[in-house]
């Protein structure tokens, strides 16, 4: 049982440059998330995607942009990379956001921004 | 505005001793509320969950969790903790949008 899949598990940027967090889950959830995870700071959300085809702004969506692929992957693209950026990234998913589910967590992407 | 408050940062108990994390939440609504653990470089493990129904609900390695409606908290327990216990705790509340709320952790220290 893969679940969710985040892809890269570590990466080093340098300031300016782009990248894009892979994330993908096998459950045939309708609603996927991305937080970060800073010290002191719990979790807190990035975007979200209710279903196929949404996506809407969480509580630190700046420097980020968001993709639902499809139903299964749900991707994070930093355009311009910046130090305050560097954190752990997870991405969640849920079987319906507005039902009582419990949500599944990929294992995290460590982002360093030099 | 919804929220989740763990009180404390950090906290040290001895190996064997009895264990409890606060969570406060403010939430309108019929919460739905979660303990999650991670492990220094893991993920997040979920611990147990309250939907509805008893108050107290049992998770995974040995630990419970009481709703309390009154107060407005969800603390969780261990009677006995283990040294692989040691690990940050993350309370959480259901938002609106069906994402989570989080506290800002604790984080257990064990003594031997």
């Known amino acids: 049982n893969a679940g969710v899949t985040q892809t890269p598990k570590f990466q080093v940027l340098k300031t300016g440059q782009s990248m894009t967090l892979q994330c993908a889950q096998d459950?045939?959830?309708?609603?996927m998330y991305w937080y970060r995870q800073d010290p002191g700071m719990g979790l807190r959300l990035i975007y979200y995607?209710?279903?196929?085809?949404?996506?809407d702004k969480g509580e630190v969506p700046n420097g980020y942009n968001v993709s639902r692929l499809n139903k299964r992957e749900f991707s994070l693209r930093l355009e311009s990379a910046a130090p305050s950026q560097t954190s752990v990234y997870f991405c969640a998913s849920t079987r319906s956001g507005t039902q009582n589910t419990e949500a599944f967590f990929g294992q995290g992407t460590r982002l360093t921004v030099v | 505005a919804q929220s989740v408050t763990q009180p404390d940062i950090h906290i040290t108990v001895s190996e064997g001793a009895s264990l409890e994390l606060r969570c406060n939440y403010s939430y309108g609504a019929t919460p739905y509320l979660f303990w999650y653990v991670q492990s220094p470089g893991q993920g997040l493990q979920l611990l147990l969950k309250?939907?509805?129904?008893?108050?107290l609900v049992q998770g995974i390695k040995g630990f419970e969790a009481e709703f309390k409606r009154s107060q407005s908290s969800f603390n969780l327990r261990k009677p006995s903790v283990h040294w692989s216990d040691a690990a940050e705790y993350f309370c959480a509340v259901k938002g609106s949008q069906g994402n989570l709320i989080f506290g800002k952790g604790t984080k257990l220290s064990v003594k031997p």
């Open positions: 995607s209710a279903s196929e085809g949404t996506t």
């Open positions: 459950m045939n959830h309708n609603s």
């Open positions: 309250y939907f509805s129904g008893d108050t």
